[in-house]
Each structure stands twice: as C-alpha cells, then as structure tokens.
C-alpha cells in the first residue's frame, strides 16, 4: 500500500524567510496530493493540492511542485509570517477507487518574529 | 455552500462507558465520509470511511464501530472505552474520489 514520508518533523524560521517541507510516496498509482494546514487545537484545513498532470501551483505566498518520476512533492511558503505557524501534513492519494489519502506525520513550522 | 458539523466538541468518558460521537454534513449529497483519529502530537490515523448508506469500511482493527443511517450522517460508537481512545476525532467529507474536508472535531479523554 501507499506510504508517505515527510520531513522535517519540525522547521523553525525567521519571519521573511522561505520555508520547504518534503514529501515523498511510494504508490506510483497515486494521483492527488493535498497539503492540510493544522493550527493548534484545530482541525486540519486544506490549503493547496495538486494533481498529477500538473509539475506545479501556486496560490499568493505558497506553492507546491511535484516530480511525478522521484515521487516526491514539496510545499513552499515564501515571505514567511507568525501566523503561517502551524503543523502542516502532506498527503497522497492510496490510487484505489475509494479515494482514500495516506497523511504524512506532520511538520511543525514555528515562524519566529 | 458545504458545513460540515460534528459534536460533542469535547467528552470526558470513563474506561468501560460507552461512546457515541455524531457527524452530520450539509449542502451536498452522497458524499463519502471518513472518521480519523488524531492522538496528542500526532498524525492522522484513518478509522473507517463510507461511500454510501450503510456501507462502511474499517482500516483498522480496534473496538470502535462506525455507522452511517443516512445519507449526510455518520457516527462513531464504541460499547466499551479503552484509555487508549483517548484522541482528537475528526469525521471528514468529500463529494470527489479523493477531496477531503474536515468538521472542526471531538476531543475525547477517556480516564
């Protein structure tokens, strides 16, 4: 089955500075890949995704790219702020018709005034 | 627009009671829902998942049971709880093959 690796566990950067977090899966089948955005004692919002047929996407200061042939895809947040602290989890779709997601462990980023 | 609703916010339970968590979804119809559980700290462990009325699929084998009576609805129970279902419980819903939201959340302490 599919399994999605992620790191680093934990990132800390100054504020403006640029943050990548790493993913990478093992099911060649896999086609959707979501990245979730988890606040402290919250739930887990989607903010970026991409697909396959698509190599990147960006949306304002985060972007995602992903290299269908290493399988692995990495999230990008530029001009980084306090509240883009978070815990982030990637995720890969399992290939099956059900459509269920394999999550990474998880990333937290503590972005330092 | 889609809601996507779940409660008890929070529970208390002791070992050996009985659960039963609740998660209802608006604005849409036939989506397939999901039940992960999230221990302190860590990641997302899926629980169960349904892709229509009555038909429910386990991803691991534990003491807790999901059912899903109607089409927006899906809940979680358990008959007798474990110290170890402690956790943040999150019912998802998604209207494509692999899309996924989730409701804000039960956190459940089991002493």
């Known amino acids: 089955g599919e399994n999605v690796e992620q790191h680093p566990s934990t990132l800390s950067v100054q504020e403006g500075d640029s943050a990548v977090i790493k993913c990478t899966y093992s099911?060649?089948?896999?086609?959707?890949f979501p990245w979730y955005k988890q606040e402290l004692g919250k739930r887990p919002q989607l903010i970026i995704d991409i697909r396959s047929n698509v190599g990147e996407k960006k949306d304002q200061r985060i972007a995602v790219t992903l290299n269908k042939t290493a399988k692995h895809f990495s999230l990008h947040i530029t001009e980084t702020q306090p509240e883009d602290s978070a815990v982030y989890f990637c995720a890969a779709s399992d290939g099956g018709s059900q459509g269920n997601l394999i999550f990474g462990k998880g990333t937290k980023l503590s972005v330092k005034p | 627009s889609q809601t996507i609703h779940q409660w008890p916010a929070t529970l208390v339970q002791p070992v050996g009671s009985p659960l039963s968590l609740e998660c209802t979804v608006e604005?849409?119809?036939?989506?397939?829902l999901y039940w992960y559980r999230q221990a302190a700290g860590r990641g997302l462990q899926l629980l169960f998942y349904s892709v229509g009325i009555g038909q429910i699929s386990s991803e691991v084998p534990q003491n807790l049971s999901a059912s899903r009576p109607q089409d927006r609805q899906f809940i979680l129970s358990s008959k007798k709880l474990l110290l170890s279902d402690s956790g943040f419980y999150l019912c998802?819903?998604?209207?494509?093959?692999?899309?996924?939201?989730f409701g804000p959340g039960t956190r459940l302490t089991v002493t």
């Open positions: 099911d060649s089948a896999s086609n959707y």
């Open positions: 604005g849409t119809s036939n989506p397939n």
């Open positions: 998802a819903w998604g209207d494509r093959v692999d899309e996924q939201y």
